[in-house]
Nanobody, 114 residues
Framework: QVQLVESGGGLVQPGGSLRLSCAAS????????MGWYRQAPGKERELVAS???????NYADSVKGRFFISRDNTKNTVYLQMNVLKPEDTAVYYC????????WGRGTQVTVSS
């Protein structure tokens, strides 16, 4: 059974940091390119960072230089280190396979506010 479980979200002040984790099961994780997505209230879900199975990473312009995606194939887990957080980063964050996408997990809420 395919499952994606995100964790690590919370409330943080502007300029702060958070590290998100996503544990995947039911897929051959080491062969899978993964992404972190986010959906803010009233907006469409967007891809913010991705990591291929060969480790190549890519970032949306809005997070480049602040967010860093990584993976641990031994733990079937993908991470998102988020630094210098801004109020506009507030959203529910999800992970998923880049293509084709799997059933979405519940996500983890990130709120950036003073």
């Amino acid at each position: 059974q395919v499952q994606l479980v995100e964790s690590g979200g919370g409330l943080v002040q502007p300029g702060g940091s958070l590290r998100l984790s996503c544990a995947a099961s039911g897929i051959i994780f080491s062969f899978t390119s993964m992404g972190w997505y986010r959906q803010a209230p009233g907006k469409e879900r967007e891809l913010v960072a991705s990591i291929r199975n060969d480790g190549y990473t890519n970032y949306a312009d809005s997070v480049k230089g602040r967010f860093f995606i990584s993976r641990d194939n031994t733990k079937n887990t993908v991470y998102l280190q988020m630094n210098v957080l801004k109020p506009e980063d507030t959203a529910v964050y999800y992970c998923n396979r880049l293509s084709p996408r799997l059933t979405w997990g519940r996500g983890t809420q990130v709120t950036v506010s003073s």
